[in-house]
């Protein structure tokens, strides 16, 4: 049996986050074009308006997650929204609950600052993604935040309470 994980903020310019998002970077680039990959860097990951978090065993990072704050738009009517970015479980680790309770985290983030919509986009051949999004009571929606509607992405809401 193995030990639960651990939720928690970290800076996103950790090494092992480094680590882990390069290795999400390479699989994104295995799927799609780079004009198609809609890649938050370390560097945006830094900002005020995002909330980065890890899920942890002992001191060894195996997930990642992260919201972005956004302004309303007409896509949402003009209610602010959180973007949910840069998901990731390390693939030995996948299938024990892990990107769920990173979700659960990341939404209670947002309720924190007082956003009550979270919207994201993911990738058409991403299947696994998907069905965890919809797990977590995500639905599809038109595209947002001036992604194109390339065929490429889907596009998913949930509204928090």
Not at 75 to 104: C, D, F, N, S, W
Request: proline letters at 7%; hydrophobic letters at 40%; one cysteine or more.
């Amino acid at each position: 049996m193995t030990a639960a994980a651990l939720i928690r903020r970290e800076r996103p310019d950790h090494p092992q986050v480094v680590a882990l998002l390069a290795e999400l970077d390479r699989y994104l680039e295995s799927l799609y074009p780079p004009e198609a990959n809609y890649i938050l860097d370390v560097q945006a990951l830094l900002a005020p308006e995002v909330d980065f978090l890890v899920a942890a065993r002992g001191e060894q990072i195996i997930g990642c997650g992260a919201v972005r704050c956004m302004p309303g738009e007409p896509e949402t009517r003009g209610q602010p929204y959180g973007e949910v970015k840069r998901m990731m479980t390390t693939p030995t680790e996948r299938g024990q609950g892990i990107a769920e309770h990173l979700m659960a985290a990341l939404e209670d983030a947002l309720r924190a600052r007082g956003i009550s919509l979270a919207l994201l986009e993911t990738g058409r051949d991403q299947h696994a993604a998907m069905r965890l999004y919809e797990r977590c009571g995500y639905v599809e929606r038109p595209a947002f935040g001036g992604y194109p509607d390339n065929g490429l992405s889907i596009f998913y809401e949930k509204r928090l309470a």
